[in-house]
């Protein structure tokens, strides 16, 4: 679990159990940011927990940032670093 | 190909291709602007290319504007239609 308040990391399970993490993030009581953080191909993913969100649960609740980057990975069993793409999307909740 | 001038559609081709397409779209003469619109899995794809032509191509290219939304699709081969999440980015050279 994430040590940063209302960043949830996507990664490659189904995309319910994120939403699950958001709205637990919403209903956590002070907050009305949730920030989904993705690399690589769980990007999509990320998009998808925003828009089931969005659509089915809060409809309150509004896209308030996008943006993309890249981050050098070294993988863990040496050899070339090689770039992948990152993606954050901040929910806000009116 | 697309009607639309500067709009790229990124489907499950390598994103060599695609970030090729956005280089001949800027080149073409009298744009500034190209979007990259896609579905689905495909989505982690278009930010690969929107970050390849930012950091090893055009480096004086910003992202202007990403937009997420969800579009229905009913299968060609019947059936209930299904949600796909959708995302644009629109590059802008500066």
Request: glycine content about 8%; aromatic content about 6%; charged content about 20%.
């Amino acid at each position: 679990m994430s040590t940063e308040p209302n960043v949830i990391y996507v990664g490659n399970k189904p995309p319910m159990n994120y939403v699950m993490a958001v709205i637990t993030g919403f209903n956590m009581g002070n907050t009305t940011e949730v920030t989904l953080k993705a690399r690589g191909r769980a990007i999509s993913t990320a998009v998808d927990v925003a828009e089931i969100v969005r659509n089915r649960f809060f409809k309150d609740t509004k896209v308030h940032a996008i943006s993309i980057g890249t981050e050098q990975i070294t993988p863990r069993e040496g050899g070339n670093p090689r770039n992948v793409s990152t993606m954050e999307i901040t929910l806000k909740k009116e």
